[in-house]
């Protein structure tokens, strides 16, 4: 990182997720041959599924977005910055939120390096390299670790870290009953309220949300994230407005 915190950061609000950079790229034919790359520019991370053996590859598509597309390393030895390291694996694409999100869900049978990318007004646009660890690092799901206060109809949300101390960013949804998402946004600090941007380094979210309703359920989720774009904790807690 630049001088850690404000590298990462700037990383971020340029749709990075990392501060990893793909330096000194070799594109072969299998991978991103014969295209215009632009580097760190998508949204995505990945965690261990809770209840099965796959690893869930998210990511953010941009509105307009198309062809998305996941490519992975045969293992971690490899140089994760080289693209001749990566190949294009077709695995279905997940919707999250309503499609707001996507995701693949690829096996989790050996730990890997992966990337996504997908194209937007004539360029294809890559993610930071992501590191799977289902096996060294599996994610944890810790509801109990979210405290809601929801007294008002911009509910204040705090938690704390699982058994990982490496998390660098947390990512937050506020989603309906219906699952729709309401709100996305990033902080560094483990507290978030909706719908105030004061602590918020990135916000996905589309346009100013309307307020919560009382008696009305929601769901929040919330994801921490490592450097190299590992889900350390996945939370998802039920509230309604008080």
Request: charged content about 20%; proline content about 4%; overall charge negative.
């Amino acid at each position: 990182m630049m001088s850690k915190f404000a590298g990462f950061l700037a990383l971020y609000l340029l749709f990075g997720c990392s501060t990893d950079k793909l330096n000194d790229i070799s594109v072969s034919e299998s991978s991103l041959a014969n295209k215009e790359v632009v580097l760190d520019n998508v949204i995505a991370c990945a965690a261990s599924n809770e209840n099965d053996d796959l690893v869930s590859v998210f990511l953010y598509p941009r509105p307009g977005a198309t062809n998305i597309r996941y490519y992975e390393t045969t293992d971690t030895r490899l140089d994760k910055n080289d693209f001749d390291n990566y190949t294009l694996v077709d695995f279905p694409l997940v919707d999250v939120f309503n499609g707001y999100l996507k995701k693949f869900e690829v096996p989790a049978n050996k730990e890997k390096w992966a990337i996504v990318s997908f194209d937007e007004a004539g360029l294809t646009h890559v993610s930071n390299p992501i590191r799977l660890k289902q096996e060294t690092k599996p994610t944890e799901y810790l509801p109990q670790n979210v405290s809601i206060n929801a007294s008002s109809n911009m509910p204040i949300f705090s938690w704390t870290d699982g058994t990982y101390d490496d998390t660098v960013i947390y990512f937050q949804v506020v989603s309906d009953q219906l699952g729709n998402l309401i709100s996305g946004t990033y902080t560094i600090e483990k507290n978030f309220q909706f719908y105030k941007l004061d602590n918020v380094v990135l916000n996905i979210t589309k346009s100013t949300p309307e307020n919560l309703n009382r008696n009305q359920p929601y769901k929040f989720t919330m994801l921490a994230v490592s450097e190299d774009n590992w889900v350390n904790l996945f939370t998802e807690v039920d509230f309604t407005i008080e």
